[in-house]
């Protein structure tokens, strides 16, 4: 009931945020962790197991500063509750009233007038006047008037709030949560429940106000699981990164949120500290741009295996969904918690071989949520779909947000990777700049597909083997015979081997002329190199295709990593489009 509650308000939520940071999100976060939660545990008998378990579905699925501080009241009212089946009114409000403590030690500067001192004002009344009743829904009611006095009152106690007039955002989240709860414990209205799972609220448009600026860029989360997990020790090692420092969790599994301009390098440092086995990080500067100075009413959606300069990733305000990376437990996303450099440096040295895995469903629900609310409609478009799931995942969370929130979502097949997925995206960018209208740019992207070229100058097959995507028997031939294979997509998305050279110079070659023959029939649009770690023997490529087109390239870029798994070191592309 109080999911429901704050499900249904979490569009007002993102419109009053302002605090940390104005990036129009607290609704989606604590929608997204209650979410969680609700989808995570199943009913038991005892309160005490349900307690453990909402707590536990709670860490995993925290989201953003609010929904982490959340969990972590959670977390303290399961760990101060007793094995018990049944909770008086006494251990109730005791258990609530210890679980403020968990919540202030989580946050590296509690700041008053947020949500913090919401959850302390409602606790302590529960705690300072339980024994006046003797029933929860009493009691409960009662506790409500405190909280809207606290929550009106985070108005004038914050600045920042003061300035705008709203309240903050985080803390009406909770006080929603508990009007949820009171409701159901006044109606027992269950059939209004049973459709909590089936269906999500349209979220509101959020309002043009400009609250303020960003410090750092980053929201970054990440999920750490180990032994005896030290919370000072690693207060102390990501202390420099940012601010908004939280840590929620026990000894075993810790919660890390945080702020932050470098999280790529912050990832580094807490590989020593245990397993990663979640990250997260949200372009907050983007989030805020959308929010308050949108260019276009059009979103633009891929995913990081689309690879473009990041000044157009910019300027175009296109929105990169990272594909997931892993090196043994340890888990990545990909172009944001590692870079190429770290990657090919950590390719080397691994025991481990890096595997990929597609973004769940939830990393494009969350995201195109959060666009809904902003755009009059969104265009996604992936990595070749035959060879990664992360198509299904995309079309499988437009279909439900689209069907929520009435907003059009077309996703397309690029039926490429890299370079020509990133100029297929740039196309629709550009479109997109223009003022055409949804159905018009649809309507051309598969011709822009049939348009786009990528052909790749493969060093060795040993990575394409190991990552599945050829045969070992193929793979053992190629190397027998000291083959380096050209290899590009057909018109269904296949890769196929293009031709083959017994030395890497006459590859390069070759690649070149098989693009200067395919541009000699007809007119080129934009081209790019692309390379894996290997820049020298890239510009050498760029100073040939330059002699062909008489133009510069757009770029000369290192591959994302996830595609680097698969070229492996040393591969090079040319992508191209024509008119």
Known sequence: ????????????????????????DTGSNMASTIRTIIESISPASSYKQTADA??????????????????????????????????????FAESVNRSVQYMYEAVANPVEGTMLSVIRDWADYIYSNHSYFDDFKKLIASSMDAAHESLVATAQRMRQLTHVNVVDAGAKGFVLFLEGILEFIKTGNVRALRSL????????????????????????????KGESLDKDKLREIVRGFGDSMVIAGSSKTLRLHIHTDDPQKLFEELRSFGTLIFQKADDMQKQYEIAHHRK???????????????????????????????????????????????????????????????PNDKAFENLYSHLASHYDSI?????????SGTLRSSLMAAERISRETGKKISVFDSRNVSGGLGLTVLKIARSIEEGKEHDEIAAHIPQWVDKTRLLVSVRTLKYLVRGGRVTKMKGFLANLLHMHPIISFDKEGKIYMLEKTFTMKSNMQRVIQLAKDELSRQELDEYMILHAHC?????????????????????????????????????????????
Not at 296 to 311: E, G, H, M, R, Y
């Open 296 to 358: 276009w009413k059009i979103a633009l959606v891929a995913d990081s295996s689309c690879d473009l300069p990041q000044d157009l990733i910019d300027f175009y305000q296109i929105h990169l969904v990272p594909i997931n990376l892993f090196f043994g437990e340890n888990h990545y996303l990909d172009k944001v918690t590692i870079h190429p450099e770290q990657f090919y440096r950590m390719l080397d040295l691994e025991e481990h071989f890096p595997r990929s895995a597609q």
């Open 1 to 24: 009931a109080g999911a429901r509650s704050l499900l249904d308000g979490q569009g007002e939520l993102n419109k009053i945020n302002v605090f940390p940071v104005p990036d129009a």
């Open 197 to 224: 799972l089936e269906s999500d609220p349209v979220v509101l448009p959020v309002g043009s106000d400009d609250h303020g600026s960003l410090t750092y860029r980053f929201c970054t989360e990440a999920l750490i």
């Open 535 to 579: 820049e020298t023997d890239a510009r050498w490529m760029a100073d040939q295709m330059v002699e062909v087109t008489g133009r510069d390239p757009l770029a000369v870029m290192d591959i994302s990593p996830v595609i680097g798994v698969h070229a492996g070191p040393g591969s090079l592309a040319v992508a191209f489009m024509v008119k």
């Open 54 to 91: 909402i707590a536990a579905a709670a860490l995993i699925g925290a989201r953003g500063n609010s929904g982490v501080i959340f969990a972590q009241f959670l977390y303290g009212l399961s760990n101060e509750t007793r094995d018990v089946e049944k909770i008086s009114l006494q251990a």
């Open 379 to 387: 265009i996604a478009v992936h990595v070749v779909g035959k060879l």
